[in-house]
């Protein structure tokens, strides 16, 4: 569905792409609550909605296509998995010669993009109010953008970090859960739970170009492994503390073999930074890596995306983004 809009042609509009079960059903409200603040410069605000993500993008595709060059941004309202499918949408755009901006309103589980950008979470108002204030930046705020290509010739652009590791099993078996019916933070706890039980060090082959641009293939073992371009996972584990999303890097993530305990004593730090310097921990700026192990799936921004191996580098500042 979308808002109507006014009789008299405003200046330009806002497309607010909505998950609908985001925010647990709030979204669609969110949405015409940051609509309202949006349409106070003269612009218009249209909230698109759709029952599933495929008719939205599909939604969101013919919207800003006909609006040309009086679409003042994309919003995307919801969680880090619906900037991650707005974000394919304007790259893809970008690519035909229509350049839209980002702006998010987050009311998702994770919201790891918002806090990496400073976006209040649950307050559409003020979530808003940045992206109008952002609009006449002398410097607009440009996002690099990671992308991950796979064996079988997909393509898939994220916003924060792509996990192949103990983070990305936990996702994998509370997906599973959600398909037979489980909902809520409590199966997250629950996965962890169980994933410690069958906790296994995995062997990692990489091949890395580093920041210098020097590269170079060695095989590693582990527990965790990210590849990030914002700070934090899953609702706030501040992996890479001093990651930015606009230096046209990632950071390589590895947390070496642990035991149950040691790994239950270390994840606490990962939500404060103080595991940085830590002797199991290892971070490294870089251009782009392949990762492939056995029996892993990787996942980023919360999706999943598909079995290993992968490459993975970065489009430096893909889009603008308003926050």
């Known amino acids: 569905m979308t808002d109507g809009p006014r009789t008299q042609p405003p200046a330009g509009t806002f497309f607010l792409a909505v998950n609908p079960r985001a925010g647990r059903g709030e979204a669609v409200a969110q949405a015409h609550r940051a609509a309202e603040v949006l349409r106070t410069g003269g612009d218009d605000a249209v909230v698109l909605c759709a029952p ?6 599909a939604l969101v595709r013919e919207s800003l296509r006909a609006s040309g060059r009086s679409a003042r941004a994309l919003v995307a309202v919801g969680g880090d ?9 304007l790259l893809e755009l970008a690519e035909q010669g229509v350049a839209v901006p980002l702006g998010v309103v987050p009311c998702g589980t994770g919201n790891d993009l918002a806090r990496h950008l400073g976006v209040p979470a649950r307050d559409p108002e003020a979530a808003a109010g940045r992206i109008l204030r952002r609009l006449d930046d002398a410097a607009p705020r440009r996002l690099d953008v990671g992308r991950a290509r796979f064996s079988d010739g997909r393509t898939v652009h994220f916003a924060t970090a792509l996990c192949a590791g103990f983070d990305a099993a ?11 019916g489980g909902h809520g933070p409590g199966k997250y706890l629950v996965a ?22 020097r590269a170079r293939a060695e095989e590693r073992d582990g527990m965790l492994l990210n590849v990030a371009n914002t700070s934090s996972i899953g609702g706030g584990l501040r992996i890479v503390p001093a990651a930015r999303a606009d230096d046209g890097l990632l950071e390589l993530f590895t947390v070496a073999p642990l035991g149950r305990a040691r790994l239950l004593r270390l994840f606490p730090t990962l939500f404060t930074g103080r595991h940085v310097g830590l002797e199991p921990v290892r971070t490294e700026r870089v251009r782009s890596v392949r990762v492939d192990a056995a029996g892993v799936t990787a996942y980023a921004d919360g999706e999943r995306l598909g079995p290993l191996p992968v490459r993975v580098d970065v489009v430096p500042a893909a889009v603008r983004v308003l926050a």
């Open 52 to 57: 599933d993500l495929a008719a939205l993008l």
């Open 81 to 89: 998995g619906l900037v991650q499918a707005a974000l394919g949408v």
């Open 170 to 180: 936990v996702n994998e078996r509370a997906n599973r859960w959600r398909r037979l």
């Open 192 to 213: 962890v739970l169980v994933e410690l039980v069958r906790l296994r060090t995995l062997h990692y082959r990489l091949e890395v170009v580093d920041a210098a641009g």
